[in-house]
């Protein structure tokens, strides 16, 4: 795959939707090239040793051109990344058309379109029976004029599914044309901004409202506009919509089947929909319920007893199962169904909720999310469980979905400064020591200084809240520390470590209440030397997602070995197995049944590599003749623990325990531009 131009469609934002093929071809890429305004850096992680990584954001079309000619003419392999699928929008034909006048070969991957990624985000359908059958992709005129024949209003004409890229800032436009076009002011409208990025934000409105909607939420780019009848699946529910394609109904033949006369009765769901919870005690209440049964169509669904002559009115067409009538007292049925769902939502007055609470709330990361509505509809309150188990974001959701008013009273959010309960959540961050989180968030949100050190994991965890601008500085009195000694000579009263390391002056902090193994802790936690005496302050340990470990094993190998081996590792070099982000070995032990029940013990992923993959990695640490003769490279796990982890160095280099080889590498996180 030498001297060739790849253009690689890496999706809308999410790493993991990156296709097969172009995550091969960047696995093997001299230079990678990729549109770094658009794209995900993390899909950078992909790269080998050695490969050249450059933004083109800063550069002009003459600049990429010569770089990706030049590498090509020295037999070089050059990824072109652009973001979703290259062929929409990817201005990739005068890039070809400039190739092709050179003589250079090239291959365009396809990518996954923001706008499949949007239907999916929603859970929707464009083409709807009935409804839309055809997919309009396009966009409102701006530095780039658009022809005649396909301006907004005469493509309104259709009164199909609209997919308008690159329209948000011209937003106040769009409307004007679609109604002046025939769209009405009721039809459905969805906005989606960096769908799939981790601050993706959804908008849901009607084309009447979505221009002060998007307005109001300062979204100027990066966002996919959904029009049409069949988006009203995103918020009337899909059962709002026709549903009955001809593909799949008994009555409709093709090649592969027959017709019936008289289909089968369709067996009843096993589905319990229990995530979602959803009660009212008063025929408004229940009302508003099933109009947010309507709009979250996978949640249980709690009603009086005497509402059932009006259900269909309350639900519309919704599925009848998941609809429970109850008699009796709202507080008897939420003391029933409290463990059952991991959110609920209460449409009724506040009052009854605190009294029913009182003696079913227990601890904030055992208890669900539990939202309030009042039965008008206003005000979604996040009244329990607002970080950890997620009641902010639910009152937020619940209060876009209904135009209402969410409201949060969770201090972090409330003083606008660090919800240390949730730092680093979103990257799979574990604090080991989670005791210690009331005395520092006190301080957090008293003003009082605050120290952090870190030495590992993702370093971009600031700002915490989605639409907060990058530029918005940390909170005064939170000060960032470069070692542990100025850390520990502050004065700070309280302290944040991110790292991955057993660090004896504050092992006395780790609870160490996660056991493997035998019911033992593999890993003993340092402490300090007999005779010291030590008060630190109140301290949260957080476990990035930073490590790798490479395995390399003989057949057969038992899954108690690989066990063992690790912990030793671990133990040995005063890692924490918590900071563990994943497995990494050569293709030919995928199916090796003891790796992979440690895997799957464990819930570590395994990355595999090729042997092609293995050999790219030079000047390996200890190399091994026999590794070489037997399996056809020099070592699998060093090799592959830097590939995965993305880093030539490596933190423990192989560890040879039994049948068991091991190599831990620090994965490479700090990519241009996202430095503390």
Known sequence: MK??????????????????????????????????????????????????????????????????????????????????????????????????????????????????????????????????QTVILTRTGGRTPMPPREELKKLAAHQTTLALFLSASHIRKVVEELKEGGYSSETPVAVLYRVTWPDEQVILTTLDQVAEEVLQSHITRHAIVLIGPAVGQAFKGKASLPSASHLYKSSFSHLFRGARSNPPLPRSSASSFKELGILARSRPGAELAGKLHQLLPD???????????????????????????????????????????????????????????????KEKRSDPAVVVVDEAGKFAISVLSGHLGGANQLAQRVAGLLKGQAVITTASEVHQTLAVDLLGREWGWQIVNPDQITAVSAAMINGEPVGIYQDAGEPNWWPPQRGQPTEWPLPKNLHVYSDLEALRKSGCKAFLLITHRLLAEFSDLETGDWRLGAGKDPVPRLKPQIGETRRIAPTLIYRPKSLVAGVGCTRGVAMEEIEEALFAALK??????????????????????????????????????????????????????????????????????????????????????????LAIAEINFRQKGQDL
């Open 3 to 132: 001297g060739k131009v790849y253009f690689i469609g890496a999706g809308p934002g999410d790493p993991e939707l990156l296709t097969l093929k172009g995550k091969r071809v960047l696995e093997e890429a001299d230079l990678i090239l990729y549109a770094d305004s658009l794209v995900n850096p993390e899909i950078t992680r992909f790269a080998k040793p050695g490969a050249v990584l450059e933004g083109s954001s800063s550069l002009h079309l003459d600049e990429i051109m010569n770089r990706m000619i030049e590498a090509v003419r020295k037999g070089q392999t050059v990824a072109r990344v652009h973001s979703g699928d290259p062929s929409v929008y990817g201005a990739i034909l005068e890039q070809m058309v400039r190739l092709d006048a050179e003589g250079i070969p090239y291959e365009v991957i396809p990518g996954v379109s923001s706008v499949f990624a949007a239907a999916a985000r929603l859970g929707m359908e464009l083409t709807v029976p009935e409804v839309a």
């Open 299 to 361: 949640s249980q669904l709690y009603l009086p007893q005497d509402v059932e002559r009006d259900l269909l009115s309350f639900i519309g067409p919704a599925a009848r199962d998941r609809v429970s009538l109850y008699r009796g007292s709202v507080i008897s049925l939420l003391q029933e169904v409290f463990t059952s769902h991991q959110g609920l939502i209460l449409c009724m007055p506040l009052g009854i909720v605190v009294r029913a609470l009182g003696k079913m709330a």
């Open 572 to 661: 040995q070099n005063q890692l924490a197995f918590e900071s563990l982000r994943n497995l990494a070995t050569i293709d030919l032990k995928k199916g090796e049944p003891g790796l992979a029940a440690f895997s799957e013990k464990y819930g570590l992923p395994l990355e595999t590599f090729t042997r092609d993959q293995l050999k790219t990695v030079e000047n390996l640490p200890h190399p091994s003749e026999t590794t070489l003769k037997y399996v056809g490279v020099p070592g699998v796990c060093e090799p592959a623990a830097m590939l995965s982890a993305r880093n030539n160095k490596l933190l423990v280099e192989k560890y040879k325990y039994g049948r068991v080889t």
